[in-house]
């Protein structure tokens, strides 16, 4: 019997932990793992993916983290690999995904050298994840991966790096593998505080429920839908809560906050007297925005304690599992709780306005480019509750998150803790390979879409059918209308013109081009049924966007 490698130990690792997918580019102080990746006849051996830069490979690691709520993994080589993914990591750590990256080091008699790309990995990447280490034994890589996989999907969430030596990977393993891990289970509230609570919630007038990321996965979602199926209240989504409600419980959407404080999600918050902040964190939207001026107290449920500010002290912290306490708080509320008919009326009369706010100006002409609300509405009308939609950052994101409406949560995936260019066609080939029989949907702007572009030719590669909207302006734009705000002029922020439909006939990829906005629902259905990664390039007329800054809530000048 061959001698059983530190690669060898990883990848069986990797298995008993049901690893599907290894991501990354190649390199000489990875090989090692890479080749037994490659050719190893366990059919249950992750899939080693290729991808054309190792930002995007972990970027579509942190989308398979995103999605699942287990970790991906992403494996580079020393060096510049190493320095690649920080960016990534960074995104994942602060927003929640978990992801375990694994990088080449130089052999560990050069560490201290100044050798060929040797740097200090595991320091550089201590300020980019939960959890750095350095293997400096190949018995130790094992638990090493392990406790790495536990500590990335931890609440909170995030990324767990570690730094392997090349002579560790290739030298031999005489320890047993580390065998599948156990679920961490968290207790739920005691009666006394759950009473609290309930107390709480019986006095409030106007009692609202903040939704933010950790409301997001499907046990807390649900135990939010009990809660309001015996108490019907608004509530209100983080952009990473989105999907939180349901299409049945709709009239409960308050709509989104994150950005400026100008949303009938903000004026929501500011008049509730109670607000229950479900699994928030400040990352996603700071409290010195939506906390301002209010009158009245906060419960914070959560996995996790928050951070107090002057802006954000709770009058009760929970601090357990959060679907397990709202599910006691449900089974505790009154039978007949109810807000009243006059406040019923005037929240209702609040959603009218609300919903004003989606219609496509009747006046718009095409001649600058389509209007943002007309892409959003024939891209509404194409998808269904379990189409995926990634969002990239830029003026997109911004008319995205107030407008389009996910009923599914982990559906409508957004960077707003980092809000890092590049995310959404990596993130979209995550949720193709986890989604297959989901048509994904992945929105960018061109100055975003080329930050990971490159990686068209890897969904093509693996025959993934994602349809890729750019919203053409030629700007940075969501950099460009601020600057107009505040300065009254542009600097710095012009792009050159591409042509994207070449673009992605280069690549093996459909180009096609929308100029009118009659043709948007036509030329979506085409692209819907074209097999394969489909481009569908879109001139945009971002004439309107100085009102997605515009003044809303009374005390505050945006």
Do not use: C
Request: charged letters at 20%.
């Amino acid at each position: 019997m061959s001698k059983q490698t530190g690669a060898d130990a990883l990848i069986q690792t990797m298995i008993n932990q049901g690893i599907k997918y290894v991501f990354g580019v190649p390199g000489a102080k990875v090989d090692r793992l890479f080749e037994s990746l490659e050719h190893n006849n366990d059919p249950k051996t992750p899939k080693l993916i290729i991808t054309r830069h190792e930002q995007n490979a972990a970027f579509i690691a942190a989308g398979i983290g995103r999605i699942t709520g287990k970790p991906g993994v992403v494996a580079t080589t020393s060096g510049p690999g190493v320095s690649n993914i920080v960016t990534p990591l960074i995104t994942a750590t602060a927003e929640g995904d978990p992801v375990v990256a694994i990088s080449g080091q130089v052999p560990r008699n050069d560490i201290a050298r100044l050798t060929h790309q040797a740097i200090a990995s595991k320091e550089l990447l201590s300020a980019a994840a939960k959890d750095s280490v350095e293997v400096q034994d190949p018995n130790n890589l094992s638990e090493s991966f392990a406790n790495a996989y536990q500590n990335s999907i931890t609440v909170k969430a995030g990324a767990a790096f570690l730094s392997i030596p090349q002579d560790v990977l290739n030298d031999e393993v005489t320890r047993p593998v580390i065998d599948p891990l156990h679920k961490v289970h968290q207790g739920g509230m005691n009666q006394e505080v759950i009473d609290e609570i309930v107390d709480k919630i019986k006095a409030a007038k106007l009692p609202v429920i903040l939704a933010g990321m950790r409301s997001s996965t499907n046990e807390v979602t649900e135990a939010i839908h009990n809660f309001l199926h015996k108490f019907s209240i608004p509530v209100v989504e983080t952009f990473q809560g989105a999907g939180v409600i349901s299409r049945d419980l709709e009239k409960n959407y308050y709509g989104r906050v994150g950005l400026f404080r100008n949303q009938i999600g903000d004026t929501i918050l500011k008049e509730s007297d109670l607000i229950i902040a479900v699994g928030y964190d400040p990352i996603e939207y700071e409290a010195r925005n939506w906390n301002i001026d209010r009158h009245g107290e906060i419960i914070n449920i959560d996995a996790v304690k928050p951070e107090i500010t002057n802006d954000y002290q709770p009058d009760l912290i929970v601090n357990a599992d959060i679907a397990k306490t709202l599910n006691s708080v449900s089974a505790n509320l009154p039978e007949d709780i109810d807000l009243g008919e006059t406040m019923h009326q005037h929240l209702a009369d609040e959603q009218v306005k609300f919903t004003k706010t989606d219609a496509i100006p009747e006046n718009h002409s095409d001649k600058d480019g389509i209007h943002p609300l007309a892409i959003i509405h024939a891209l509404q009308n194409q998808v269904n509750d379990d189409t995926t939609v990634t969002v990239d950052v830029g003026s997109l994101y911004i008319w995205m998150a107030r407008h389009f409406r996910s009923y599914k949560p982990r559906h409508l995936l957004f960077s707003n803790g980092m809000q890092t260019l590049g995310v959404a066609l990596p993130w979209a080939i995550a949720a193709a390979l986890e989604r297959p029989d989901q048509p994904i949907v992945s929105v960018a702007g061109d100055g975003g879409f080329l930050f990971s572009g490159q990686d068209l030719e890897t969904a093509v590669r693996l025959h993934l059918n994602i349809v890729q909207l750019i919203w053409d302006d030629g700007y940075y734009d969501m950099v460009r209308f601020q600057e107009i705000a505040k300065y009254g002029h542009e600097s710095g922020v012009k792009l050159g013109h591409v042509d994207f439909v070449k673009y992605a006939e280069s690549f093996g990829a459909t180009g096609m081009r929308v100029e009118r906005t009659e043709d948007l629902e036509p030329m979506l259905a085409k692209a819907f049924d074209t097999k394969g990664p489909v481009i569908l390039h879109i001139p945009v007329d971002y004439s309107d966007n100085i009102k997605l800054a515009s003044k809303l809530v009374d005390d505050v000048l945006n």
